[in-house]
């Protein structure tokens, strides 16, 4: 059996980098080495509140992006939309404040061998980890298109130097404040018919991805989604995190998304039993 | 700094100190080895294990609260035979020092379980989970009930005979612990793990309904300390000499010695490794560091000494 977390480290890191990005806040982090085994689709859980809060858990938060030689050394950034206590603890904290981290922990997105077209779906902050995602499979060679979508245009995360990675990016908002007005899922259907798509990643909210499988499962594309379920440990000790998820054998079990996620294959995701008793 | 014995022993079984992992908040142990060597625990509590494989609760299964959280897991796991086939082969090859927590819905299920684990070797102690609130029917909670309780701890006692020491695992939410703790002692239990969750509510005002899928929960977490302390020095007062594995919201090695103080023998950490997953190892050096600077050189001399302090008064 493989090792849990191999790469993983408990360590106090120093923030480098905040700013408001939009509704959200962009944060640097200085990791050192750990940047250099963090891969697109894994994430970090952070102790917030300080010494002396009462908030006892940490918070998870996907890696948006990792540089290796930044003038600090390893970097990592995170996009954190301050809507929870403890988000909104994180957020104003200023640069050069010590966090507490775990790093990195998870599954990570599975990058093609070959170099075919890949669809990136984000939705809301969701698009974060895809445009660190869209390097490596522009490095691969891959054709990258993306789509990103969120209720209103603030709400939208699309930093300039993230759209280098792709090939073409398309915007939908479901007030139409900014982009084509309706849903980042609306043109899925008609872009897998019309392109030769081999894998469609995604990350956003729950209803996102399921739409989407609803979509990829009449096809042969490959559905790679980061999964979001509340955490508690982010290491696989607490057992709240998990989804309904099928194996091979069409067996139904609940699978941790902090281990055996939070990248997993849409396929075998049992959509229709996430919340629901076994 | 004088050194410490920090040695201690529940029933029959020996463990190099005193610090243990709490039954549910360790999983298998490989998610904890990427931090710390197991070995360097005085013991891995396992996750209670039961007959069948149990899918366990729907999500959501946690809500954080105030210095703590509710857990409504309802006992997911592999079932006894694939736990023993596989769990057990790993800590043993860890070195671990291993409790096998078990949990069953009718009194036979704890006697089987008991059955299984009999012939098992390199366990040093079973923990009888008689009081998981994250059942589907209240009334099945053993330790809320003094005949059910004794009738579970005289059942296993009879199966597994008189060699693995039995731990039985109390709920603090009874009107008369000591009178519980009294019963499985009576029945055969060797020791006494206090205290499990605390059951509890959050609603979503989003949804005006429940937050978590199991609508109750078990409140864990520094929260649940002072009851846990007063639970453990109840006991302790009651029965001296019964060793108490004690546990609620136990974050560092002074949280620990509080525990140690009010009459445990040993301590269990679980919520405080979900937020820091070296907790359990920095405890032991913690609770050795300030046993020394206490002018202790055994832990044993500080089990249940805040009840010396206060016969001498």
Known sequence: ?278 | MTSVDLSTTIGNAWFPNPIFTASGCASSGRELAQFFPLHDLGGVVTKSVMSKARTGRPTPRMAETPSGMLNSIGLQGPGIDAFIAKDIPYLIEQKARIIVSIAGETIEEYSTLARKLRSVSGISAIEVNISCPNVENRGLVFACDPDASRRVIDGVRRTIGGELPIIAKLSPDVTDLVSIARGVVDAGADALALINTVLGMVINLDTMRPHLGGKTGGLSGPAIRPIAVRAVYQVHEAMPKVPILGMGGITNGRDALEMIAAGASGVSIGTASFSNPMALISTVQELKDLLSTKGFTSLRDAIGFAHRIERAQ
């Open chain 1, 1 to 278: 059996m493989a090792l849990i977390n191999k790469n993983a480290a408990q360590i106090n890191a120093t923030i480098v980098g905040n700013q408001r990005v939009g509704q959200y806040h962009q944060l640097i982090i200085n990791i050192g080495d750990l940047a250099q085994v963090c891969k697109p689709g894994n994430f970090v859980a952070i102790s917030v509140g300080g010494e002396t809060s009462g908030m006892v858990l940490r918070r998870a938060f996907a890696i948006s992006r990792v540089s290796t030689s930044t003038t600090f050394g390893g970097t990592m950034e995170l996009i954190v939309a301050p809507h929870g206590q403890g988000s909104r603890w994180l957020c104003a904290q200023p640069e050069g404040a010590t966090l507490n981290l775990v790093v990195p922990l998870g599954t990570a997105f599975g990058i093609p061998t070959e170099p075919v077209q890949v669809l990136l779906v984000g939705g809301g902050y969701g698009s974060a980890p895809l445009f660190g995602l869209a390097e490596v499979l522009n490095a691969r060679g891959c054709r990258v298109d993306m789509l990103l979508g969120a209720s209103t245009a603030g709400k939208i995360y699309a930093p300039m130097e993230g759209k280098r990675a792709v090939n073409s990016l398309r915007i939908y908002t479901e007030d139409g404040s900014m982009g084509q007005m309706g849903r980042v899922t609306d043109p899925i259907a008609s872009l897998i018919k019309a392109m030769d798509i081999a894998v469609i990643y995604s990350c956003g909210p729950m209803a996102m991805l399921s739409a989407i499988n609803a979509i990829t499962s009449k096809s042969d594309v490959i559905h790679q989604c980061a999964v979001e379920e509340s955490m508690a440990c982010g290491i696989g000790i607490c057992m709240t995190c998990v989804l309904p998820v099928a194996d091979e054998t069409g067996a139904v079990s609940m699978l941790r998304s902090c281990i055996d996620g939070p990248v997993m294959d849409g396929a075998y995701v049992q959509w229709d039993k996430v919340g629901q008793p076994l």
